[in-house]
């Protein structure tokens, strides 16, 4: 099954609005990437946050691990109409030799201008 | 620098076809990683190879499906015997070797979307 589950599934909001989507997963791991991906194109690599880490910003992206929870938060601050996506959690499980990641189910982003 | 490189972009065979599906990695990546998204759904992890080694294959269906990363050339997806449910989106990624610290950021291709008539 899918390491991360994330939520909400679809979220619409004004632009200059903030925008938060959570993931949860279910193991340990070595870290938790978000990637976001435009309809119909690749997927683009957004921050990386480490076990040991707890929050990271990179530029209007704030991210946040709770490992004891098993959960992280993607927080977009003043959004963009250019925002419009979806956003994927992906996990590198703990002790994993292979650097695989397992994805969630994401979440779509509507920007409304 | 190029980034990874996958084609074709779009294929489209009828049920029983071969499907070849081929990535190129950033330079100097020496792994390289499939992954499959089905509408509507996450990519999920099929293979990941090195330079002549398949590492890992847990996510690769048990028929019809190989891949291989030859000393020369691009890494092929190979689907023989196509039927409807391949039909899905086939990202590549690649990566440097892995580091001290374990892991290394995979950079994704555009994929190749597959249809199956």
């Known amino acids: 099954s899918q390491q991360g589950e994330e939520d909400p599934q679809a979220l619409s909001i004004q632009e200059g609005e903030n925008a938060t989507m959570n993931c949860s997963y279910k193991t340990s791991i070595n870290n938790l990437q978000w990637y976001r991906q435009n309809s119909g194109r690749g997927l683009v690599h957004l921050i990386l946050?480490?076990?040991?880490?707890r929050e990271k910003h990179s530029g209007r992206l704030r991210v946040t691990l709770d490992t004891s929870k098993k959960s992280s938060s993607l927080l977009i601050t003043a959004s963009r109409a250019a925002d419009t996506a979806s956003y994927f959690c992906?996990?590198?499980?703990?002790?994993?030799?292979?650097?695989?990641?397992?994805f969630g189910t994401g979440t779509l982003l509507a920007v409304q201008p | 620098n190029a980034g990874v490189m996958q084609n074709p972009r779009h294929l489209v065979r009828r049920r029983g076809q071969e499907a070849r599906l081929r990535c190129s990695p950033m330079?100097?990546?020496?792994?390289v990683y499939w992954y499959r998204q089905l509408p509507e759904e996450g990519l999920k992890f099929m293979v990941y190879?090195?330079?002549?080694?398949?590492?890992?294959e847990s996510g690769m269906p048990k028929e019809r499906f190989s891949a291989e990363f030859p000393k020369e050339g691009p890494s092929i997806l190979r689907i023989q015997q196509v039927v409807r449910g391949d039909s899905a989106a086939y990202f590549c990624a690649s990566s440097p070797p892995l580091g001290t610290g374990g892991f290394e950021t995979q950079y994704f291709g555009p994929g190749t979307r597959l249809l199956v008539l």
């Open positions: 946050i480490r076990s040991n880490e």
């Open positions: 992906a996990t590198e499980e703990y002790g994993g030799a292979t650097n695989k990641l397992i």
């Open positions: 190879l090195q330079k002549e080694n398949i590492i890992d």
């Open positions: 330079k100097g990546h020496s792994h």
